[in-house]
């Protein structure tokens, strides 16, 4: 399967984006789809995921409660709406498709899309 991430842009502190992550290529209900983020200098880390079926989403600490994961499986597509943004959501934003079960670690994905750039500023 094949993913492209979009959506991303310069925004204020507060402001809200929705990055969108489309599929191709490959039974897009066979995967579940994580959001992971990496800022300059740090590591790659977990942002959000989604069951195959939209079931289950999971996020991590730092943004539960202003992010929300949702998919479309008509459409291919899994949105990441952001809110409330802050200077520490500064970073590029990747999708991650992965079989078989949910998980948090960035490993554990097979495939990936190529990044979007979000920059919150003051």
């Not at 995921?49 to 291919?76: C, E, M, P, Q």
């Not at 597509?77 to 590029?92: C, F, G, I, W």
Request: proline letters at 2%; a positive charge.
């Amino acid at each position: 399967v094949q993913l492209q991430a979009s959506g991303g842009g310069l925004v204020q502190i507060g402001g809200s984006l929705r990055l969108s992550c489309a599929a191709s290529g490959g039974t897009f209900t066979r995967y579940h789809i994580g959001w992971f983020r990496q800022a300059p200098g740090k590591e790659r880390e977990f942002v959000s995921s989604i069951s195959t079926l939209g079931g289950t989403a999971g996020y991590a600490d730092s943004v539960k409660g202003r992010f929300t994961i949702s998919r479309d499986n008509a459409k291919n597509t899994v949105t990441l709406q952001m809110n409330s943004l802050k200077p520490e959501d500064t970073a590029v934003y990747y999708c991650a498709a992965r079989p078989v079960l949910l998980s948090t670690f960035a490993n554990n994905y097979n495939y990936w899309g190529q990044g979007t750039q979000v920059t919150v500023s003051s």
